[in-house]
């Protein structure tokens, strides 16, 4: 699937700025601009690194001349009834699963700043998607709206690095440092189990890693030869 980020009508130059920049977060590069902005100052700033993006961007007349496969129509405006069948709107998740065997270019849509989408605008596009958000103040920032989905479809391209997590072997030896602890601090038999329990439970549910795990046996360590 192709991904094409069409702003319509952008008027604020930082804005669209941004709006490269946060497609650079997610390495998506085509951008399409119908109406008449260019690129100034505040755009090109803004932009950091993804100022490759607003250099190659491409411009058009109106929606229906940008090379997209499909339209997807964003909109703060939306009803949940499938009755108002013009403005039904998919939530970001939904579309990436309604599209999920998509293989062509999906454009996705951004109105202006003030307006949004027309309702011209709306009923031209093949699908219409909506971020749900705090009903009194339901629009967001224009870039902000296209990172959530930008990020929405390219979640599981880049995982984040797996720590590696200590083992049940690793936490039983953790347990038995601070039993050696609890003996130093002449804690009674019943106290001294119930503590080491409470140990368990902790380092159970904390997932430490391996790395925690070695922080830990140190500190214990340290702390029973100091104080024998």
């Known amino acids: 699937m192709k991904i094409t980020v069409v702003l319509v009508e952008p008027i604020y130059g930082g804005n669209v700025g941004s709006v490269a920049r946060i497609m650079a977060n997610f390495n998506i590069n085509d951008l399409a601009i119908v109406g008449d902005f260019r690129p100034d100052d505040d755009s090109m700033r803004m932009s950091m690194h993804g100022r490759h993006t607003l250099e190659n961007a491409m411009y058009y007349d109106s929606i229906q001349d940008a090379p997209v496969d499909i339209r997807v129509g964003t909109t703060g405006r939306f009803t949940s009834s499938e009755k108002g069948e013009t403005r039904f709107a998919h939530t970001p998740e939904a579309l990436v699963e309604h599209l999920s ?23 031209v596009c093949d699908i219409i998607a909506s971020i749900p958000a705090f009903p009194d103040y339901p629009i967001l920032n224009l870039s902000h709206a296209v990172g959530i989905f930008l990020y929405e479809f390219s979640k599981g391209n880049w995982d984040l690095p797996e720590k590696e997590e200590a083992s049940a072997s690793e936490r039983d030896r953790l347990v038995e440092r601070a039993a050696e602890l609890l003996e130093i601090l002449e804690y009674d038999d019943a106290r001294r189990e119930r503590v080491e329990t409470y140990y368990r439970r902790i380092f159970g549910r904390a997932v430490i890693t391996k790395w925690e795990y070695h922080a830990l046996m140190g500190f214990f360590g340290d702390l029973i030869d100091r104080l024998e």
């Open 101 to 123: 065997d998509f293989t062509g270019n999906v454009g996705l849509l951004f109105g202006r700043e003030d307006a949004g989408l027309s309702n011209e605008e709306i009923a």
